[in-house]
């Protein structure tokens, strides 16, 4: 047993670094035949291969195609765990990215053989397919340097298995000398950061606004005939129609949409290209363009070059604008999600003049409750949302000098405050707005017992008699009519020609 085990690690120190020399005394080739066969040092998940960056020797996973640098960030920055790693989407980003630079890079003279094989790994990052090889969370270097390196290593080293080589080797695909060429974390950070954002305000952000858009303006017209009392400060106004209350929602909804759209066209500006501080070092002419124009192709959207990349790397204002038609977003979802749960209050002691889907039990103590809880997700969410943008503009403000280095921070509130929303949105559509039903006969109770209505007397009686009525009636606990009669200011005629609530809907 003892003797086995010292044989053991001594063919262990006969298995170098790649491209280190041979054990002292043997040739390359008794070194390859002492190391264990690549299926081997491919089956178990706890056997480790070893990778070098310029700091020295790793241990690598062998079931991981990452390497060196992976690892060693993974030692230096262990904060916030699992759930802070970096955003899948940026991940995807990247995969999108590394294949365009590959192609570009072919026209440019790379080997076909090595681009090739670089397009299909980089495709298998984009569809998701290698999610379990990015272990680095956003707590990083602030330019994203580490997950830069984290996708050129899986790239290399998933096209070198493809090939036929050695996980860990280099060759024949080097992560920086070909995954990475023409480019730095410094521009394809930001790049990926953008594809990202563009990427989940198309899919999931606008489908969802404009799903809710949809919704609440069929209520709108559903409601349009319900005639209800306003309210302003919280306190009875005059009257509006239901429609009419709704289609304020529609309205903030469709802006929101707009906001956002507005604030694409910078989203679309890519930096690849402007490599370490803009200017383009090691890249050739037309690199950027056609970098661009790939990554359009590749996703469908109207990606372009960057016009200035020393502002594409030092600033991330395009993000923060984008963050700010979110929060606004948020403020107008805020209103409408506090305005529907307070009119469905109740069901016996609040305003109840919405009847709100009852979807789940609402307490553990009081037998038979429901709550808005619909409501309440949605403004949490729009609380989240307003947070996030808080980190963005302060992440935003510190470009400094050639760099701005927030990146992993600001992409990932601009990812989560864009899939919260659009997510939120559809929840808040089908799990309330659709079901929300008008209490006719509440709506009815309260506008005729308001005070307000003596607003519609204003033009033929002068607002101080109005408002002695009012004051009157409140005091007294009478009504308009009655106490109008009483005070000898009109007849009850007079009072049911004027006093109409249809006829107080709009200007005459």
Same mark, same amino acid.
Request: glycine share 8%; aromatic share 4%; charged share 25%.
């Given at each position: 047993m003892y003797r086995a085990?010292?044989?053991?690690?001594?063919?262990?120190?006969?298995?170098?670094?790649?491209?280190?020399?041979?054990?002292? #005394?043997?040739?390359?080739?008794?070194?390859?035949?002492?190391?264990?066969?690549?299926?081997a040092r491919m089956a178990?998940?706890?056997?480790?291969?070893?990778?070098?960056?310029?700091?020295?020797?790793?241990?690598?996973?062998?079931?991981k195609y990452y390497g060196a640098q992976t690892v060693r960030s993974t030692m230096n920055f262990k904060i916030g765990g699992v759930t802070e790693r970096m955003p899948i989407p940026v991940i995807k980003a990247f995969g999108i990215l590394k294949r365009a630079a590959a192609e570009v890079n072919q026209d440019y003279g790379l080997d076909s053989k090595i681009a090739e094989a670089i397009m299909k790994a980089a495709d298998e990052v984009a569809e998701g397919k290698l999610n379990d090889h990015f272990p680095l969370v956003v707590w990083q270097t602030g330019s994203g340097t580490q997950t830069n390196m984290?996708?050129?290593?899986?790239?290399?080293?998933?096209?070198?298995? =493809? %090939? #036929?080589?050695? %996980? *860990?080797?280099?060759?024949?695909?080097?992560?920086?000398?070909h995954v990475n060429k023409s480019q730095s974390s410094n521009d394809t950070f930001p790049t990926a950061m953008h594809i990202a954002a563009a990427i989940e305000v198309h899919e999931v952000l606008l489908p969802g606004l404009q799903k809710l858009h949809d919704a609440l303006n069929a209520k709108s017209k559903e409601f349009a005939q319900i005639i209800k009392i306003g309210r302003t400060h919280t306190q009875d106004a005059v009257p509006l129609t239901l429609g009419q209350e709704f289609s304020g929602y529609v309205q903030q909804v469709k802006y929101a949409m707009t906001r956002i759209k507005a604030a694409m066209p910078r989203i679309y500006e890519l930096a690849a290209g402007g490599t370490a501080v803009g200017t383009g070092l090691n890249t050739r002419i037309g690199f950027a363009e056609k970098v661009a124009a790939k990554v359009a192709a590749l996703t *469908?959207?109207?990606?372009?070059?960057?016009?200035?990349?020393?502002?594409?790397?030092?600033?991330?204002?395009a993000l923060v604008e984008l963050s700010g038609a979110m929060n606004t977003t948020a403020c107008s979802?805020?209103?409408?999600?506090?305005?529907?749960?307070?009119? #469905?209050?109740?069901?016996?002691?609040?305003? *109840?003049?919405?009847?709100l889907p009852e979807n789940e039990p609402g307490s553990s103590i009081m037998p038979g409750k429901v709550n808005p809880t619909q409501c309440e997700a949605l403004t949490m969410v729009a609380a989240q949302v307003m947070g996030n943008h808080v980190a963005v503009t302060v992440g935003g403000s510190n470009g400094h000098f050639e760099l701005n280095v927030?990146?992993? =921070? =600001?992409?990932?509130?601009?990812?989560?405050?864009?899939?919260? %929303?659009?997510?939120?949105?559809?929840?808040?559509?089908?799990?309330?707005? =659709?079901?929300?039903?008008?209490?006719?006969?509440?709506?009815?109770?309260?506008m005729s017992e308001s005070l307000m209505l003596v607003t519609a007397?204003?033009?033929?009686? *002068?607002?101080?008699?109005?408002?002695?009525?009012?004051?009157?009636a409140h005091k007294n606990g009478s009504t308009l009519k009655a106490t109008a009669i009483e005070l000898g200011y009109l007849t009850a005629e007079q009072f049911d020609e004027w006093v109409k609530p249809k006829d107080m809907l709009g200007p005459k």
């Open positions: 085990v010292r044989l053991l690690a001594r063919s262990r120190r006969l298995v170098r670094a790649p491209g280190s020399a041979s054990a002292p #005394g043997l040739g390359e080739a008794a070194v390859l035949l002492l190391r264990p066969p690549d299926a178990s998940q706890n056997s480790f291969r070893i990778e070098f960056d310029t700091f020295g020797e790793l241990k690598v996973p062998n079931d984290n996708v050129n290593e899986v790239i290399s080293n998933r096209a070198i298995e =493809m %090939l #036929g080589g050695e %996980l *860990g080797s280099k060759k024949p695909v080097h992560p920086n000398d *469908g959207l109207p990606f372009v070059t960057a016009p200035n990349k020393f502002e594409a790397l030092a600033a991330h204002d979802l805020m209103k409408i999600a506090n305005d529907i749960r307070f009119l #469905g209050s109740g069901p016996r002691s609040g305003l *109840g003049e919405l009847i927030f990146k992993p =921070m =600001m992409i990932k509130n601009v990812l989560h405050s864009a899939r919260l %929303l659009g997510d939120a949105a559809v929840s808040f559509t089908e799990n309330c707005v =659709m079901g929300i039903q008008a209490n006719t006969e509440r709506i009815s109770k309260l007397l204003n033009p033929h009686i *002068g607002y101080d008699k109005a408002a002695k009525i009012a004051k009157t």
